[in-house]
C-alpha cells in the first residue's frame, strides 16, 4: 500500500507540476464542500503553499465542490486575496452554490465544454447539523403567502405556513442577499477590471455599466424560478450567451485540457476511493 500511496503522489506531483507550468502559477486544489471545518487546513495549506521568497502572484485554483457556506467562500477570499494577485478559477467538473459564488471573485474562470457552475443558492446549517437550500424554503413561504393573499390558501398549508420561525426565513433571506452582494461585488473588482471596452461596438465601459452587468447575472443566478433546481448544471454555453459572463473555455486546447483533465481526475479517484470528505493538494510554481 505505501508503494501505492507513493506512486499516486508522484503521480499528482507530475500532473500538477504540467498545469503550474501553463498557467504560469501557483495551483492549489480543492475537492470537498465550502464549510466552516475545512477553513482552518484550508488556510494552512494556502500559508503552506506561499511560504517562500519566490512566490508568484498568481494563483490557479481548481475546484470540484458540491456547494456550501456563503460566509465561508468570503472567508475563503479574504485569505487568497492576502496572498496574491490575481486569481483564476479551473473548473474542470463542477462549482456548485457557494462554488459559484466563490468562482465569482477570480479574475477569470477556466471551463470546458462540459463543466458547470449551479444556482446560487445559499445553503443554511440547519437545527439538525445538515445543510439546507435557503431559496427552496423562501420559495414555498412566498408561494403560500401568495395563495393566501388570493383567498386559496388550504388548511394544511395555512398550518405549515403558521410554523415557520421567522427568525430561520430571515436568516435565509440574509443569506440570499450576502450571496447576491458577494457575487456582485466580487465581479467589478475582480472578473470586470480590464473590461474596459464593448466588444461590438469598441466605445468604453462605464463603472455603472459593469455595476449592471453584474447585477444581472446575480439576479440570473439567484433566480430560483429560472433553474427550477438547487442542482442544476450550468454549462459555459449559457453562462456566455444568455448570462454574458465572460468564461476562458479551454475545451479546443488539447495540452491545457489534457493536463486539467488527468490531475483533477486523478484528485477525484483519490477521494472516491479512499472515501474521503475532501482533498487539498498544493503545486509551488517555479520559473
Known amino acids: 500500500m505505501a508503494v501505492l500511496h507513493e506512486t499516486i503522489d508522484l503521480a499528482l506531483e507530475h500532473y500538477s507540476e504540467r498545469v503550474a507550468q501553463l498557467f504560469k502559477a501557483d495551483v492549489f486544489s480543492f475537492i470537498g464542500g465550502i464549510i ?12 503552506h503553499l506561499v511560504n517562500r521568497k519566490d512566490k508568484p502572484d498568481n494563483l ?4 470540484y465542490t458540491p456547494g456550501g457556506v456563503t460566509e465561508v467562500a468570503e472567508k475563503m ?3 487568497i486575496r492576502y496572498h496574491y494577485k490575481e486569481v483564476w478559477y479551473v473548473v474542470p467538473d463542477q462549482a456548485m452554490s457557494a462554488g459559484t459564488v466563490l468562482c465569482m ?15 446560487v443558492d445559499p445553503q443554511i446549517l440547519a437545527n439538525d447539523g445538515q445543510l439546507v437550500p435557503a431559496l427552496g424554503y423562501l420559495d414555498q413561504v412566498n408561494r403560500m403567502t401568495q395563495k393566501s393573499e388570493d383567498g386559496t390558501l388550504t388548511d394544511a398549508e395555512f398550518a405549515i405556513l403558521q410554523n415557520q420561525d421567522l427568525a430561520t ?26 473590461w474596459n471596452t464593448h466588444s461590438n461596438s469598441g466605445k468604453k465601459v462605464s463603472d455603472d455599466e459593469k455595476l449592471q452587468r453584474a447585477q444581472e447575472i446575480a439576479e440570473a443566478l439567484s433566480d430560483h424560478t429560472k433553474w427550477h433546481s438547487h442542482g442544476r448544471m ?3 454555453k449559457t453562462l456566455t450567451d444568455e448570462l454574458h459572463l465572460k468564461i476562458e473555455d479551454y475545451t479546443g486546447n488539447s495540452e491545457l485540457k489534457s493536463a486539467i483533465r488527468q490531475y483533477s ?16 493538494h498544493v503545486h509551488r510554481y517555479i520559473k
Open 265 to 280: 481526475d486523478l484528485l477525484l479517484d483519490c477521494v472516491q476511493t479512499e472515501n474521503r470528505r475532501h482533498m487539498f
Open 234 to 236: 450550468i454549462g459555459t
Open 105 to 119: 471573485s477570480g479574475d477569470k474562470i477556466y471551463m470546458d465544454y462540459s463543466s458547470a457552475l449551479g444556482p
Open 60 to 63: 490557479a485554483f481548481l475546484l
Open 36 to 47: 466552516l471545518e475545512y477553513l482552518s487546513p484550508f488556510r494552512a495549506q494556502i500559508e
Open 169 to 194: 426565513l430571515r436568516k435565509y433571506e440574509q443569506a440570499r442577499d450576502l450571496s447576491v452582494s458577494l457575487l456582485k461585488d466580487w465581479l467589478v473588482k475582480y472578473k470586470f477590471k480590464n
Open 77 to 79: 477570499v479574504d485569505i
